[in-house]
T-cell receptor, first 116, second 113 residues
Framework: NAGVMQNPRHLVRRRGQEARLRCSPV?????VYWYRQLPEEGLKFMVY????????ESGMPKERFSAEFPKEGPSILRIQQVVRGDSAAYFC??????????????FGEGSRLTVL | QQQVKQSPQSLIVQKGGISIINCAYE??????FPWYQQFPGKGPALLIA?????SEKKEGRFTISFNKSAKQFSLHIMDSQPGDSATYFC????????????FGTGTRLLVSP
């Protein structure tokens, strides 16, 4: 009964490097969400994906950030040319529900990115 | 209009007391209001949720009170225990937003022994 698995749990990058965060949803879940949590703040929506499709990326910065959820394998959140302001905890969540219904999101334990 | 405002930012309650956290929203399209609990170093986990067709929902020691006309909802933790010490987030979503939750800024609860 594995939950949402995220890796790496901690990632340190220097400014200008790339960060790649991976998320394996709960088995059978086809909806994946990425949220960002800055210190002492709530979670902010970034992107919602279904298999091979980006459904809503309204919360994701237009530059340097990209996300994918391929047919096989985990979802990937990619941050190119990282800056110090990208330092945050990135949480992945998954859901089995149809996109037009509301319901519980199952969160992973997060990937904590530190940019030096 | 997409914001959910949460208060207080932090809360200290004695063991056995009642913890109360409040949230307010503006978007009347919101129709799902969950509370998530987060322990340090962990991801948020759903605690309890309510929809606007009821004014109260209770699960064990946790109760959500919902006031549709005031656009407010609150979490009550009865008989608070040290194990309840965590950060609590209220959230909201509307049916046209693909379960995109809008979170409050969180309340850090400390229950003293």
């Amino acid at each position: 009964n594995a939950g949402v698995m995220q890796n790496p749990r901690h990632l340190v990058r220097r400014r200008g490097q790339e960060a790649r965060l991976r998320c394996s949803p709960v088995k059978g879940h086809s909806h994946v969400y990425w949220y960002r949590q800055l210190p002492e703040e709530g979670l902010k929506f970034m992107v919602y994906l279904q298999k091979e499709n980006i459904i809503d990326e309204s919360g994701m910065p237009k530059e340097r950030f990209s996300a994918e959820f391929p047919k096989e394998g985990p979802s990937i959140l990619r941050i190119q040319q990282v800056v110090r302001g990208d330092s945050a905890a990135y949480f992945c969540a998954s859901s089995p529900y149809l996109s037009q219904e509301t319901g519980e999101l199952f969160f992973g334990e997060g990937s904590r990115l530190t940019v030096l | 209009q997409q914001q959910v405002k949460q208060s207080p930012q932090s809360l200290i309650v004695q063991k056995g007391g009642i913890s109360i956290i409040n949230c307010a929203y503006e978007n009347t399209a919101f129709d799902y209001f969950p509370w998530y609990q987060q322990f340090p170093g962990k991801g948020p986990a759903l605690l309890i949720a309510i929809r606007p067709d009821v004014s109260e929902k209770k699960e064990g020691r946790f109760t959500i009170s919902f006031n549709k006309s005031a656009k407010q909802f609150s979490l009550h933790i009865m008989d608070s225990q040290p194990g309840d010490s965590a950060t609590y987030f209220c959230a909201a979503s509307n049916p046209k937003s693909f379960q995109k939750l809008v979170f409050g800024t969180g309340t850090r609860l400390l229950v003293s022994p």
